[in-house]
């Protein structure tokens, strides 16, 4: 009897196992690759230091939250405190630090980015006070705009970004210019050092 129910168990695990491993591979990362603009006419960078290498800790489509609407966005693992850098140049229309500690549903902090096409960029979980610029702030490419954290509905010290259409509530597939692999699209699990 033992030895039978063992052997259910064990079935049941390893079919857990290969699901795990199917999920993973059909059901999470960037799919259609061709929605995405190209790589080199990309107006982003990786929105950190050109002299940092992070982990992209989920990707597109991550089965972990970046499902629905939130489906394009990219999360770098980094410690408390790293330099946030403006994946693109714009104006900050909404900065949020007050927030502090993190949980399921946690209020979060923010700093949002509007591009000259209308489009903005997310950058989330920043650290508590965390902000280097204001509102109505015109910053460059590449500028420290904050200091990143671990705040909000976050399970461990990274950052979040994503860049939406305003009109759609929905994001766009991107890539960045100085990822020179993986056609600019950062993976889960991989690390990348911006190539600029
Ligand atoms: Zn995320």
């Known amino acids: 009897m033992k030895t039978v129910l063992l052997k259910i168990l ?19 990362g960037p799919t259609n690759l061709d929605q995405y603009p190209p790589a080199a006419a990309s107006p982003y960078h990786l929105p950190y230091p050109a002299n940092k290498t992070w982990l992209c800790v989920q990707s597109n489509r991550g089965v972990v939250s970046h499902r629905g609407w939130e489906q394009f966005a990219y999360d770098f693992a980094m410690p408390v405190g790293s330099d946030v850098c403006a994946a693109r140049a714009g104006e900050v229309i909404k900065v949020v630090v007050e ?74 597939p991107i890539s960045f210019s100085d990822v020179d692999r ?3 699209i950062p993976r889960m699990f991989k690390w990348y050092k911006p190539a600029r």
């Open 182 to 184: 993986d056609r600019g």
């Open 10 to 28: 064990g079935a049941f695990l390893a079919t857990l196992a290969v699901t795990g491993v199917g999920v993973y591979w059909f059901a999470t």
């Open 99 to 172: 927030h502090d500690g993190h949980g399921y549903k946690w209020p979060n902090n923010m700093v949002v980015i509007r591009h000259e096409d209308g489009t903005q960029a997310s950058y989330l979980h920043i650290k508590k006070d965390g902000s280097r610029v204001a509102v109505g702030d015109k910053v460059t490419q590449g500028q420290v705009i904050a200091a990143s954290g671990h705040v909000g509905n976050s399970m461990l010290p990274h950052l979040h970004f994503h860049v939406t259409d305003p009109d759609r509530k929905s994001t766009l």
